[in-house]
């Protein structure tokens, strides 16, 4: 038995040591795509495609907006509004998508008006939220909300119909109740869809957040984007997709992150 425990030491160990190894190798490749990245875009600018701006310009402009604050409002305005609706899609879609996946009656009730707005670009309810909300921040919220709630509430849903019912029949078996076999099988198996849809909820949000902020904004990275386009100001454009793409790839990597301590059980290529 001793020898046994010792040879499945031995055989975990280089397991446990690789993964800082794998960790270092992916932020390498990381690096090495972003200098890559930098240079085509380089030498794109440098031929002269349509007046794109070359990465120095971009950055001295992002400095300037940085400098006289408009950078910083403009993104914590954004942000704000994506947290906002981000967190209450999120919020709504769980209990909504458990409703679903566990109760047939509640799936037969509820499916068919998810299924109906999941083929409606959130984006076209833009001009319904603005009669029925007016054009204050409720209305941005509003469509930021749907474009989660929807991406979310259906991978929960998937999560919970995905459960395998043999684990469930066995907890039957062994005399759990249903509230028993829901909070001890069906809610951690499904954990790992609900962390999924809230990755692609976010994604969803942030690609929202642009048309949201059409909506009589006044700040915000979308409505200085919109602005910027009427001026063909290409560097202000490029800095505020850039800001967009950083502040949501930080955004997904803590729910990565938190997919990864919650999920520690699944296994991992």
């Known amino acids: 038995m001793t020898q046994l425990t010792a040879t499945g030491k031995a055989q975990a160990a280089p397991a446990v040591r690789r993964g800082p190894r794998r960790s270092r190798r992916a932020l390498v490749l990381n690096l090495v795509a972003v200098v ?33 604050g408009t950078l910083v409002t403009d993104a ?19 209990p909504v998508g458990f409703l679903m996946g566990w109760y047939a009656t509640a799936r037969g009730l509820l499916e068919p008006y998810v299924q109906f707005f999941r083929t409606i670009p959130p984006l076209a309810i833009i001009p319904l939220a603005i009669v029925l909300m007016g054009i204050d921040e409720r209305p941005k919220i509003f ?41 001890r099988v069906v809610v951690p198996a499904s954990t790992p869809f609900i962390l999924v849809g809230m990755r692609v909820g976010l994604g969803a949000a942030w690609g929202t957040l642009v048309a949201a902020e059409l909506i009589a904004a006044q700040e915000g990275l979308g409505f200085r984007m919109q602005q910027a386009q009427l001026y063909y100001d290409l560097s202000t454009i490029f800095v505020g997709l850039i800001t967009i793409g950083v ?10 992150l938190a997919e990864r301590r919650l999920t520690n059980w699944q296994e991992r290529r």
């Open 247 to 256: 502040l949501g790839l930080l955004m997904d990597r803590l729910l990565l």
């Open 76 to 94: 914590l305005a954004s942000l704000r509004r994506v947290l906002i609706g981000f967190l209450l899609g999120t919020l709504l879609a769980i």
């Open 36 to 68: 890559v990245g930098l240079l085509v875009w380089t030498a794109l600018a440098t031929i002269g495609v349509q007046g794109l701006p070359n990465p120095l310009e971009v950055a001295g402009r992002a400095a300037e907006l940085i400098g006289d």
């Open 143 to 183: 469509v930021i909300f749907l474009a989660a709630f929807l991406s979310s509430v259906v991978s929960t849903f998937q999560g919970v119909v995905d459960v395998d019912k043999t684990l469930i029949n066995a907890a039957r078996v062994l005399g759990a109740s249903d509230r028993t076999i829901f909070l």
